[in-house]
């Protein structure tokens, strides 16, 4: 049983629930449950009240916005494996979503909870950062729009005030003719991340004319890595290339070590799934 | 100060149930315990083994990683609910006819999680089988027990 009580509200309509968050009574949102209820367990979130979100229609599902898209923060990884939309364009984002946990998680698992979370080793904030997407942000005292790069601060810290709620990501078109991918080296047990990396390229004749590498599971937060990924553009990413992009990319990143991987490790690791998704990404163009 | 208990009403194996929860009760801890159906099995309590797997709306989930509050006019399928009177459903008649189990435990949870593999159609061969049910701990490893099962009963004329 989880130790500490708390009560349960199940918000009625997205105004409804705008109202109870900016009640300041220590009310948390509750969507998918699979990061909170083990929180809770561990009594490492109290709260006084949960508010469930999973009623809230304008919160889950997939559309086409701006020759992008635009994602509801309370899609599951389930809807977005199953979407046509992603399928089509976003290879990295269906690279990732398969990999995380299994069948059962990814059936209740939501996207703005796996974001509002932001776990360090977490698979999907490294592709939303680099496919340079953009989160909307609302509560009772206005809307605001903040850039991915913005928005991980870190170890389960992000931009979102206690009263706000994140209500869909919005993400922009690949560049024309470009391609994307994402690898990680899993931790067996869970799925989480050792390492992970995210790719948009594109290529003229061989060569990268464009890149934007994000990676995760390396240190308290996904980040981009923008000194690496210009290293990338004007060569043929040839062996060489890649190594250098690989180190580069942790350059000045303070690394995690724990019992899953020493820093050391994760360095190395780091390489390895920047080359392996540069490659991916490059042979899907 | 929190209220206590809320009542809820959710569609259990086809039944309307009723139940009043403590907001804390996982939906596995209200079918064990409110309910009595105990062939739900708490493995983890971590959302690892998948020892707690159910249907929600015809969807496999781990019934120890969500609030029973939270189900409210939902649809819970669990073991208990699959056979027809006496009629074995075709997956658990698959499990016997594989030996797909040793010591049991992990078997409900087995079985709810194949009946989700097929229903979504990954359960083609043996390796996309694998992947599908890799949600699903085996302490006394009859994976390729399991695997055959599985696969028997997403091949079988007339299957689910
Ligand atoms: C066994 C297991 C394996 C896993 N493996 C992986 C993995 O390999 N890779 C990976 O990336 N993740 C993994 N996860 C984590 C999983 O992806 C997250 O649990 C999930 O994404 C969180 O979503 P949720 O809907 O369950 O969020 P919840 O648990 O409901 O919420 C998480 C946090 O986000 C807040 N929140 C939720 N929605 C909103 C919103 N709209 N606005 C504001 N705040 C909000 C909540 O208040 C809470 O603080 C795993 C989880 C489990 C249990
Ligand atoms: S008891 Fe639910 S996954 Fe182990
Ligand atoms: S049969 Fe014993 S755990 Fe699977």
Known sequence: MIPVQFDYVRATSLNDALKTLAGGDGTKVIAGGHSLIPLLRFRLAQPAKLLDIAGIKELSGISEYKRGLRIG??????????????????????????????????NRG??????AHADPAADMPGVLLALG????????????VVAARDFFQGTFATALAEDELLIDMVVPPLPRGGASAYVSIEQAASGYALAGAAVVVKCSRKTVTECSLALTGLSDRAFLAEAAAKLLVGTKADPDTLQRVGAAAVEGIE????????????RHLAAVVVGRAIRAAIDRV | MPTGRITITLEVNG???????????????????????????????????GACTVLLDGRRINACLTLAVMQEGHRVTTIEGLASGAA???????????????????TP??????VGCIAEGR????????EGMSGNLCRCSAYPEIVEAVFLAATQPGSP
């Open chain 2, 109 to 114: 949870g087995q079985i709810l999680s194949a």
């Open chain 1, 73 to 106: 923060a309370a899609t599951t990884y389930r809807d977005i494996l199953d979407s046509a939309l992603v399928r089509d364009r976003y290879q990295v984002m269906m690279d990732a979503t398969s990999g995380i946990g299994d069948v059962q998680v990814r």
């Open chain 1, 110 to 115: 939501t996207i703005g909870g796996g974001v």
């Open chain 1, 255 to 266: 690394i995690t070590g724990d019992i899953h991987a020493p820093a050391e490790y994760r």
């Open chain 2, 88 to 106: 074995l459903h075709p997956v658990q008649t698959a499990f016997l006819a594989q030996d797909a189990f040793q010591c049991g435990f992990c």
């Open chain 2, 123 to 130: 359960a083609t061969t043996r390796e996309t089988i694998r």
């Open chain 1, 133 to 144: 997407a953009s989160f909307n942000l609302r509560s009772k005292r206005g809307k605001r």
């Open chain 2, 15 to 49: 039944t309307p149930r009723v139940i009043a929860v403590d907001p804390r009760t996982t939906l596995l801890d209200a079918l064990r315990e409110c309910l009595g159906l105990t062939g739900t099995k708490k493995g983890c309590d971590h959302g690892e083994c």
